[in-house]
């Protein structure tokens, strides 16, 4: 699902990804993507699409706040997940009402315990397409940040 996810972001406007499933469903399967992946990503899509309706009073959450998270969220997020969740808020590149749609995302992508903690290189994708549907302007450098999972890479 994550595979499909990313491809997306690199080949569609959040707009089109986001409005007519059939026509995504198919365009994904013309690209090769199994049908599993494509119905968990597009359902996934859609669930950030109905909480991010939800949760439009998160958007005035004040600066100052802090979020405590729930014994079950650092669990599921894991120390870097949360860390990593913190620092982007406290750079201001993730708002409250962002970082809420980020958990949700991250606790719906899976169910089977091997899923967890959510590894790093996922969360990142989960807060790129989060603010990629959220349309939300996004530093160049942060995407960078975003999409680099991890492995080395030769710089140009």
């Known amino acids: 699902m994550f595979e499909v996810l990313a491809y997306l972001y690199e080949n569609f406007p959040?707009?089109?990804?986001?409005?007519?499933?059939d026509a995504l469903e198919?365009?994904?399967a013309a690209a090769g993507f199994?049908?599993?992946d494509i119905d968990e990503a597009v359902a996934w899509l859609q669930g950030l699409a109905q909480v991010a309706r939800s949760a439009q009073s998160l958007r005035a959450a004040d600066r100052r706040s802090r979020r405590v998270y729930t014994r079950h969220e650092c669990q599921r997020l894991g120390?870097?997940?949360?860390?990593?969740l913190a620092f982007l808020e406290s750079?201001?590149?993730?708002s409250a009402g962002e970082r809420e749609l980020v958990i949700e995302r991250a606790l719906a992508g899976g169910d089977r315990d091997r899923d967890w903690p959510v590894p790093v290189a996922r969360l990142k994708l989960i807060v790129l397409m989060v603010l990629w549907c959220q349309q939300t302007e996004i530093d160049v450098l942060l995407v960078e940040e975003l999409l680099d999972d991890g492995d080395d890479r030769l710089l140009h």
């Open 91 to 94: 750079v201001g590149q993730l």
């Open 14 to 21: 959040a707009l089109a990804a986001t409005q007519d499933a």
């Open 26 to 28: 198919r365009k994904l």
């Open 79 to 84: 120390a870097e997940g949360v860390a990593f």
């Open 34 to 36: 199994d049908r599993d």
